[in-house]
């Protein structure tokens, strides 16, 4: 018994000894708690292209590409550079490359059911397509809304890479590149650009979405951001998903540069950012003057008022009123009337229209033989998904629909309501006293309604629109 104490004490002590030289191992290879994976090599596949993604684009006629049929029966082969990242979720089982790292000329969309390509294909990272390689199915090509992509061939249509054998497809070339993103402006917007890594300069989150996140907190679904050009007020569509890790942030305020592959969705072009590294908005925003006007005001004299009773569409054109779609769609504002209450309607929800943008113009009001002038009205909302709806007046406007962009167009400080998120409110907000009196000439007040079919679909109703003052 004795013996076998001994030994078991001895082989204890032998253990605990190589415990120690098994931590100073480890301790002498790894300094500072730096565990490093190590570098995998990556092996230069013999792989050659043989044709451009632009010429690969090019067979698209409408109808399904098989390539198999292609190239006479042998590879057809094209490289690219990856500009796609799937890593903070607004990609998903998709990968997009474009022909070179700087100036591309053509760009395509491969989809791969692997949810996190980003472990092997970081953007810069040049890669091979073996569009129809020996020994395994053909890939196809097809167009949906709007976008050529290239996938497994599912009868008539094209559906995603296997997991289990893309990378035979799809082979990592050791370059790295860095990525230059092609600078653009919304007037080159075109089909060239899609898939395309770009840059906007001078682009600001619209108006009406400030102190919006990037896409919704407290659901997965897909949402649009309206983006406006400093340059021309045009406005391009930002397209976040909800499965975004990004998606609870808020929307930068300033104003600055975007980059983003650039895409389309049937007849809309649009942005995805892969993170939000992407968008470097810190510079200052160009928001049109704020109105503001000291001194007394008065409601001794109404000098214009409508509450849109006992009228009709026809009959406010007739009096001066403007009401356009600013995209030339065809929803406007229109005449409602609810519990004996008549008032002016706006909403993007069912638009299909992306994004949505109406102007309702009261006609031209003189103040040239009055003082002391205020401008009232009241506003309701319905299904409040967010701001949509921004109050103008302009002293320049000439009152012709075609000159509302030349005009210039001083917002004004109301009070808006800000729900609720379901059903109507159950009474119109009052706006609040606005101060016109520093104001001569012509005045035009302006409801702009700016939402999106995918994005603020918000219902905002417009009543009693009043000018005051003393003769």
């Known amino acids: 018994m004795k013996n076998i104490i001994s030994k078991i004490m001895k082989t204890s002590r032998i253990l605990s000894f190589m415990s120690i030289l098994f931590v100073g191992f480890l301790t002498s290879c790894v300094q500072d708690d730096d565990y490093k994976v190590p570098t995998i090599e990556i092996v230069e596949p013999n792989v050659t292209s043989n044709t451009t993604i632009s010429l690969v684009k090019s067979m698209y006629s409408g109808t399904l590409v098989d390539f198999s049929e292609a190239n006479n029966g042998g590879e057809l082969i094209i490289e690219?550079?990856?500009?796609?990242?799937?890593?903070?979720?607004?990609?998903?089982?998709?990968?997009?490359?474009?022909?070179?790292?700087?100036?591309?000329?053509?760009?395509?969309?491969?989809?791969?059911?692997?949810?996190?390509?980003?472990?092997?294909?970081?953007?810069?990272?040049k890669v091979y397509v073996k569009l129809n390689p020996a020994g395994l199915p053909s890939l196809g090509m097809d167009n949906l809304n709007g976008v050529l992509h290239i996938g497994s061939i599912d009868g008539t249509s094209v559906g995603r890479i296997s997991l289990n054998n893309y990378q035979d497809y799809i082979l990592r070339s050791?370059?790295?590149?860095?990525?230059?993103?092609?600078?653009?402006?919304?007037?080159?917007?075109?089909?060239?650009?899609?898939?395309?890594?770009?840059?906007?300069?001078?682009?600001?989150?619209?108006?009406?979405?400030?102190?919006?996140?990037?896409?919704?907190?407290?659901?997965?679904?897909?949402?649009?951001?309206?983006?406006?050009?400093?340059?021309?007020?045009?406005?391009?569509?930002?397209?976040?998903?909800?499965?975004a890790d990004f998606k609870s942030e808020l929307f930068p305020t300033?104003?600055?540069?975007?980059?983003?592959?650039?895409?389309?969705?049937?007849?809309?072009?649009?942005?995805?950012?892969?993170?939000?590294?992407?968008?470097?908005?810190?510079?200052?925003?160009?928001?049109?003057?704020?109105?503001?006007?000291?001194?007394?005001?008065?409601?001794?004299?109404?000098?214009?008022?409508?509450?849109?009773?006992?009228?009709?569409?026809?009959?406010?054109?007739?009096?001066?009123?403007?009401?356009?779609?600013?995209?030339?769609?065809?929803?406007?504002?229109?005449?409602?009337?609810?519990?004996?209450?008549?008032?002016?309607?706006?909403?993007a929800f069912s638009s299909n229209e992306n994004p949505y943008e109406a102007w309702l113009i009261s006609p031209a009001v003189n103040l040239d033989a009055s003082t002391a002038e205020q401008l009232t009205f009241k506003t309701n909302a319905g299904f409040y998904n967010g701001a949509a709806l921004n109050v103008y007046v302009s002293t320049d406007f000439t009152g012709n629909a075609a000159d509302i962009d030349s005009a210039t167009w001083m917002l004004v400080e109301a009070t808006l309501p800000t729900g609720p998120s379901s059903g109507y409110g159950t009474t119109f907000t009052n706006s609040g006293t606005i101060n016109l009196s520093c104001l001569e000439g012509n005045v035009y007040v302006a409801f702009d309604y700016v939402g999106s079919s995918t994005g603020i679909t918000t219902t905002f109703q417009v009543d009693d629109v009043t000018i005051t003052g003393s003769l």
Do not use: H
């Open 254 to 347: 300033g104003q600055g540069s975007i980059v983003a592959v650039f895409s389309k969705y049937n007849s809309d072009y649009q942005l995805f950012i892969r993170d939000t590294d992407d968008v470097m908005f810190d510079g200052e925003r160009c928001d049109p003057a704020i109105l503001d006007c000291t001194g007394s005001t008065s409601t001794a004299n109404v000098l214009f008022s409508q509450n849109f009773e006992g009228t009709s569409e026809a009959a406010l054109t007739a009096d001066g009123w403007i009401n356009i779609n600013a995209n030339g769609g065809a929803t406007k504002y229109s005449l409602r009337t609810f519990s004996g209450n008549s008032y002016m309607q706006a909403s």
């Open 174 to 243: 050791s370059e790295i590149a860095t990525l230059v993103p092609k600078v653009i402006t919304p007037s080159e917007y075109g089909d060239n650009l899609i898939n395309m890594l770009v840059q906007i300069d001078n682009m600001q989150l619209s108006l009406p979405e400030l102190g919006m996140p990037y896409a919704n907190a407290d659901d997965t679904f897909t949402v649009n951001r309206l983006l406006k050009n400093c340059n021309d007020d045009s406005q391009t569509i930002l397209r976040n998903s909800g499965f």
């Open 80 to 125: 690219g550079y990856v500009v796609s990242n799937d890593e903070a979720g607004n990609f998903y089982k998709i990968l997009v490359i474009q022909d070179a790292a700087e100036n591309p000329t053509a760009a395509i969309q491969l989809d791969i059911d692997d949810p996190a390509l980003y472990d092997l294909y970081k953007p810069g990272r």
